[in-house]
C-alpha cells in the first residue's frame, strides 16, 4: 500500500512500489491527463510536479513519491484558467495536443525558477517532444504567460504548489 | 679499444638485456601482494575451493554450475545473439581478431569429444585438444589455480547442456601472432600450472575471496594492467585495465583513484546489485558480470570477494581524480560555464535530463545518478562515451522502470563527444576533452 | 451532386429536440456501407446538423481531430451558411456510416488532405438548407416573408421591424417544412466566418488534461492488455510458454495472435510484467534476411526492370540526344517511422450482442470492418466510438491494432479490454513511408533551356484511391509537375519489398519533390541560371496549376528578397502543386564545420478559399517541423529482417530548440479550397538539400542529413 498526495489530497493505493508513477496516476487513479509516450524518460509527455519540480513519471516508481507534493495537469486550475493554461488557450498552441500536458508542466516549473526566462532558458528547459511541431506556439506562449505573471495574473483554483 | 674489453663490454650488454629480459619476464604471481606463507590445499585447515559453505543444499549438477557461473565462461562463450556456451564472442586484439570457441558438447563442433585429461589440460595449461596452444584470451593463467575437482565439475555442467552445433569463424590473428607455437613460450613464462595455495596467515574468509577473484573470476585479467608481452603486470594489480573498449577501474585501495574509499557494503552492494549510490553503476563486460556472475553467488562468497580485494595495497591511476561528491546546480544555466559546450548541452537537455537530472543525482532511480561514479569522474570520459553509444545493452530487457537505451545510432560521433564532455564537465572533478574521432573508435570496438 | 432528402425519423441517438433530430439510420444503411460501387445515399442534414431548442448547435463532423483542425474547420463551412453562433457549437465525431463517405473518394476517411476539399460543398448545402428552414419557420411565426429575415449569430432577425428570435425557439418548427433541395450559398466575399480564425473547438480541453484520447478510454470492469510480435515483416508466431506470468495476481489471459502474443491483466504495467515473462518463439519467414542495404540494392536494380508509363510527352530520347548538356542523377530516401505521440492502441468489448470500439482512428469504416472480419460478424454489429488522436499522419489509417484489440477482448467474457503498444512497438510495427529511388536524366539545350527531363521511380505504393484510371500513389509529384518541359517521360515500378508500408504525411509528396527539386535545382545550376528564374521559366504556360504555382513562388521570392541573401547566407527554394494547394518554401542557411545553420524558413500557399487562416499557419509550420525532422534524422534502417530502431533514442524527434523561425504567407484567393494539413511537409527537405548546396556546393542526393554527417543548428536571431 502506498500513499500519493496528488493535488493536494491524499490516496491510498495498493500497487506494486515498483510500478511507474505514471500509470498510477493513470489506471489506478483515472488521472488520464498524464500521457504515455516512451516510458523511458526521453519524450516529457508523462511530466508532472513533484515538489515543484518537473518530474517525467514514467521513469519514476511510485514507492519513492510518498511523502512527496505531486501536481498533475488536472490540478493546475479547476477551469482552464491558470495564466499558462489561458496562454496556450490564446496562442492556440495544441494541435493533436497530446504532448501538451506534459508541456504546460514543464512550463509552469520553469516560470516559477525563471519568471522572465530567455529562449535559452526555454531550450533547455522545455524539452518536451512534439510531434506536430508547435514549438513556435510553445515559445510564445510561454513568454506571455511570463508577461501575465508579471502582471500579477496569478491561477485561479486548484493546488497552490503549481 | 682491445678486442678484450669489447668482448666485455659485449658480455655486460649482453648480462644487462638478460636481466631486463628477465625482469621483464618474470613477473610476480597475483597474490605476491599479500606475502605469508603459502600452503597446499592438502595442508590447509580450511576449504576455500569448491562450493561456499552457506550453498543451499542441491545436486551435485546444480553446484557445478554454481562453480560455471563463478568462473562465468558464459559470457566469453556466448555471441551477441548467440546460443549459450556455443562460442563465435569476437575479442577484438591489436593484433586481429579472436573468436571464442563453442564448449557445448557438441561431437563436431564443441568439445563433445574431450576427456577429463583434455579439459585439465586446456584449463591448467592452454592446451586445446583441437586447436593446440590457446590464446590468452582465454584466462589459463588464472584457470590454472581451479583445483581438478572444481574444473572437472565445470566440465560436468558444460557436458549436462544440449549440444549446439555452430562453428565460430576462425580466429585470424596477423604474423607472427598466428604462430601459435609461440604460446608455449608465453605459457611457460606466465602460466605456473599449480594448483591454488592458500596464504596460512590469512582468514578463511580471505582465501576464499582469493580463490574467487584468482581462479574462478579471474579478476585481474580486466583490471589488471597488461605488460607489452600481454601478462598481467601484478607488481600494479588491480590497478585498471581495458576490457572490449571500456576501462576496469582501479580495484586498489588508493583512495582517490581506486575503491579505497568505499566500504565494504558499497563494494558487496556493487557486485549483487549492480550499483552503488554515489560511487557508480556497472556497464557494459562488468554489468554482464554482475548479471551472469556475481548475482549468482551467496552472500558469504560475495562478502569473501569483497575482503580479498579491499586487501590489495594502494595504487594511483595518475590520470583519476577523486571523485567528485557535489551533486551540480539544479539550473541548467549553472554549473557548467555558460556558451562552453552548446551542442553538449543542447543534447543533455533533449536526452538525458529526463532521467539524469540537471543535479546528476536522481533519488527516484538511484543507479540513474552520476553524481560520484567513477565513470564521470575519468577525464578520458571512455566510459560515459561508451555508455552513450551502447546504453545498458548488456543486461536483458525487463520491465524494470528505467534501462539506458544506446544513443549511438542515432547520433554522430562529434554529437557523443559533445554531450560526454558536458556530462563529464558537469558532473566531474575535471573536465574531458574527447573528441568525434575517438567516439568513432570506441563505436568501432577498437 | 446528391439530393438532399429527409429521412425517417426514429428518436436520436442524441437526446436533443428540434431541427431534424435523427442519427440512428436504418439498418440496411449501415450494412451498405462498406461494399464498393454502392451508390452513395442521399445526405441527410440531420446526420451532420442537430439545433436544440436550447440552441445548442450539434455538429457530427466526418471528419476526426487529430490536430489537423478538422473539428473546427468542417463546422465552419456549415456555421458559416448557417448563420449559427460560434459559442453554441458542440461538436462530436461521426460514427462508421456510409453517409459519411468523402465525396470525393467515397471512403469515411481523414486522410489526404481531403476532408474540406471533399466537404466544401455539401456541407454548405446543409448549413444553407437549414438556414432556409429556420428563416421559413420564423417567417411563419411572424407572419412576414422569409426574404426579409436573415440568420445571424443564431438568431433570426426580421430586418423592417427589428424583430429577433433564437434558432433555438423555431427549431422544432423549422424541422417540420420542406428540406430546400438547392438553397442559395454565399459568395465567398460575403463570407463573415470562413477567412476568420475562431477559437479552435478542441484547444481548451487539451490545456487541462481533459481531452479524452484513445489510450484515455476509462471503462468499468476494463481489463488492460500488451501485445509483442514477431521482429521480422512476415514472421509468425511459433511457439509460447506463458507459464511464468499465471501465477501473477493481475495476470488475466493469454491471447495467440498469428505473428505474436496479447497478455491481458488488472493494469497496463502489469500486463507489461507479465508479457516479458512469456517465453515466444517465432518463424521469422522469407524476409529475415532483409537489411537496408537489400533494401537499397533492390531498389537500384529496379532501375533495370520494366516499369510503367506515367507520363510522356514528346520523344525523350530523341531530345536527350540532341542536348547541350546531359545530366544524370539517382537519389534515394529511406523508410520513415510516424512515430505519433500516442502510441497506437484501441479498447474493445466483445458481447453476445456484438463489439464496440474506442480508438483514434482516420477511419472508421476501417476499423469497424477489421474488428467485423476479427470476429465474423456483420459490419453493422460493430460501434466505433472515435475519440481525438494523438497524432495520425496516416498511422491510424490502418487498423491492426484494432484487431489485435477485438481478439484480446473475445478472451475477456465481455469486459472491455485496453490495448495499448508500447513505444517500441510502435516504431517497430509501423506502416512506414517507403524508402524510394529515382533515377533522373535531364536535357538542357544551348540557351540553358530544360528540353527533357526523364525520371524512373522505384518505390512501393498503394494503388490510387477513389480516382479511377489514376497512376497509383508513388509517381506523384513527378508526373504531375507543371513545369512546362516539351519532352518529359515519367516511369514507374512498383516495387514491393515485403516491408509494411502505408501513408506518412504527405505520401509522396514527402519524398518526390526532394528528389524532383533537387534535380530540377541540379540542373538549373548546370544551366548557370538561378534555381528561382530557371523555375519560373518553366511556369510561364498559362495552365491554372501553372499560374498558381508561379504565384506561390514569386510570393515566397519577393518576402525572402530571394535576389539578397545576407552575407554568408544562402538560400533554397522548392514549389509544387500538392492535395489541391499550391505550396512552397525558401530556407536560408548558412553552414559551417558540418553545421547547417537555418536562420529563416519562408513558407507560401494557395489553398484557394483559407478556412481558418490561424490553422493553415499552424499546419504548414507542424507540416514543416515534421518534414524537417525527417529530412535531419529520420531513417528506419532494417538488419536481418526486422527495423533496428525502437523508441526516441534511436528515432530522435526535432527539439524546441531546433525549431526555426517560420513566416508563413496565404496567397488570398477565391478558388475552391484545397488541402492544407499535409502540403507544408514536402517542401523543406527539398528547399533546404538546394540551400546546403548553395552554401557548400556539395549536393545531397539522400536523405537524411545525418547520413551526409551533417546536423542541424537554429539561430534565433
Known sequence: MVTLNINGSDHTIDVETDTPLLWVL?????????????????????????????????????????????????????????????????????????????????????????????????????????????????????????RMQENGETPVGGSSTA | MTGKSIGIIAGAIVLAGLGVLAWAAIRPGPMAFAGGKRATLAQYPGSPTGVPADLPPMDALARAKYLTQAADCEACHTADGGQPFAGGLAFQTDFGIIYSPNITPDRETGIGTWTDADFLKAVHQGISKDKGWLYPAFPYAAYTYLTDADALAIKAYLFSLPPQKNVPPSTKLRFPYNQRWLMAIWSRLYDPDSRFRPVVDRSPSWNR????????????????????????????????????????????????????????????????????????????????????????????????????????????????????????????????????????????????????????????????????????????ATNVALAVLRGAATLPPSADIAVMPAFGQAWSDDDIAAVSNYVVGRFGARASAITGAQVQQLRDGK | MSDITRRAFVGGAVALTGLTLSLELPAQETARQAAPGVPRPPRTPSAFLQIGEDDRITIITPA????????????????EELGGNWDRLRVVDAPAAAIYNNPLFGLQATVGSFSVRGWYLELRRIGAAARVMLLQAAAQTWKVSPEHCVADGSEVIHDSSGRRCSFGSVARLAASLPIPQNPLLKTVAQYTMIGSSPPRVDVPDKVDGSARYGIDVTLPDMLYAAVKTCPTFGGKLKSLDDSACRSMPAYRATVRLADGVVVVAQSYWQARKALERVKVEYELGPLAGLDSEKVSQQLHAGFAEPGFVARHDGKVEAALAGAAKVLESVYEVPYLAHACMEPMNCTARVTDAGCEIWCGTQNPQAAQAAAATALGIAPARVQVHVQYLGGGFGRRGEADYVTQAVL????????????????????????????????????????????????????????????????????????????????????????DLGVRFGFWRSVNHSHNPFMLEGFIDELARAAGKDPYLFRREMLQHGSEGARRQLAVLDLMAQKANWQHPPAGHAFGISAFE?????????????????????????QAIDCGVAIHPDNISAQLEGGMAFGLTAAVRGEITLRNGAVMQANFNDYPALALSEMPLVESYIVPSTAAPGGVGEPGTGPIAPSLGNAIYAATGQRLRSLPLSRHRLSLKVART
Open chain 3, 408 to 495: 484480446a477482448a473475445k478472451a475477456t467474457q465481455g469486459k472491455p479490454v485496453k490495448l495499448i503498444w508500447s513505444r517500441e512497438e510502435d516504431i517497430q510495427h509501423d506502416f512506414y513511408r517507403p524508402a524510394a529511388a529515382i533515377r533522373f536524366r535531364g536535357g538542357l539545350d544551348a540557351a540553358g533551356k530544360l528540353v527533357a527531363l526523364e525520371a524512373k521511380i522505384i518505390s512501393a505504393s498503394a494503388p490510387a484511391i477513389g480516382r479511377p484510371g489514376a497512376p497509383p500513389f508513388f509517381v506523384e509529384a513527378v508526373e504531375d509537375a507543371n513545369y512546362r518541359i516539351p519532352n518529359f517521360y515519367v516511369t514507374g515500378l512498383n516495387k
Open chain 3, 578 to 602: 500538392a492535395f489541391g494547394s499550391f505550396i512552397g518554401t525558401i530556407v536560408e542557411v548558412s553552414v559551417k564545420d558540418r553545421f547547417v545553420t537555418i536562420h529563416r524558413v519562408v
Open chain 2, 209 to 380: 575471496g582469493a580463490y574467487l577473484v584468482e581462479a574462478l573470476g579471474h579478476c585481474g585479467d580486466c583490471h589488471t594492467p597488461r605488460t607489452a608481452l600481454q601478462s598481467l603486470d601484478n607488481r600494479h594489480k588491480f590497478a585498471g585495465g581495458l576490457s572490449e573498449g571500456w576501462r576496469a577501474y582501479n580495484l586498489t585501495s588508493d583512495v582517490d583513484s581506486g575503491i579505497g574509499g568505499w566500504s565494504r557494503e558499497d563494494l558487496v552492494g556493487y557486485l549483487t546489485t549492480g550499483h552503488s549510490l554515489d560511487r557508480g553503476t556497472a556497464f557494459g563486460p562488468m554489468a554482464q558480470a554482475v548479471h551472469l556472475s556475481f548475482q549468482k553467488l551467496t552472500t558469504a562468497d560475495v562478502s569473501a570477494i569483497a575482503e580479498y580485494v579491499r586487501s590489495v595495497p594502494p595504487v594511483p591511476t595518475p590520470d583519476l581524480p577523486a571523485p567528485r561528491l557535489k551533486p551540480a546546480p539544479e539550473d541548467p544555466a549553472q554549473g557548467v560555464a555558460a556558451g562552453s559546450n552548446p551542442r553538449g548541452e543542447a543534447l543533455f537537455a533533449s536526452m538525458c535530463a529526463g532521467c539524469h537530472t540537471w543535479t546528476g543525482a536522481n533519488h527516484f532511480v538511484p543507479h540513474a545518478t552520476l553524481t560520484g561514479t567513477r565513470a564521470v569522474n575519468d577525464p578520458t
Open chain 1, 26 to 146: 493513470r489506471d489506478e487513479l483515472a488521472l488520464t491527463g498524464t500521457k504515455y509516450g516512451c516510458g523511458l524518460g526521453l519524450c516529457g509527455a508523462c511530466t508532472v510536479l513533484l515538489d515543484g519540480r518537473p518530474t517525467r513519471s514514467c521513469v519514476v516508481p511510485v514507492s519513492a513519491v510518498s511523502g512527496q507534493a505531486i501536481v498533475t495537469i488536472e490540478g493546475l486550475s479547476k477551469d482552464k484558467s491558470h495564466p499558462v493554461q489561458r496562454a496556450w488557450i490564446e496562442e492556440s498552441v495544441p494541435q493533436c495536443g497530446y504532448c501538451q500536458s506534459g508541456m504546460i508542466l514543464a512550463t509552469v516549473a520553469l516560470l516559477k525558477n525563471k519568471p522572465n526566462p530567455t529562449d535559452h532558458d526555454i531550450d533547455t528547459n522545455v524539452t518536451n517532444i512534439c510531434r506536430c511541431g508547435t514549438y513556435n506556439r510553445v515559445r510564445k506562449a510561454i513568454h506571455r504567460a511570463a
Open chain 3, 64 to 79: 476526426v481531430e487529430m490536430g489537423q483542425g478538422g473539428h473546427t474547420s468542417l463546422p465552419m463551412i456549415i456555421m
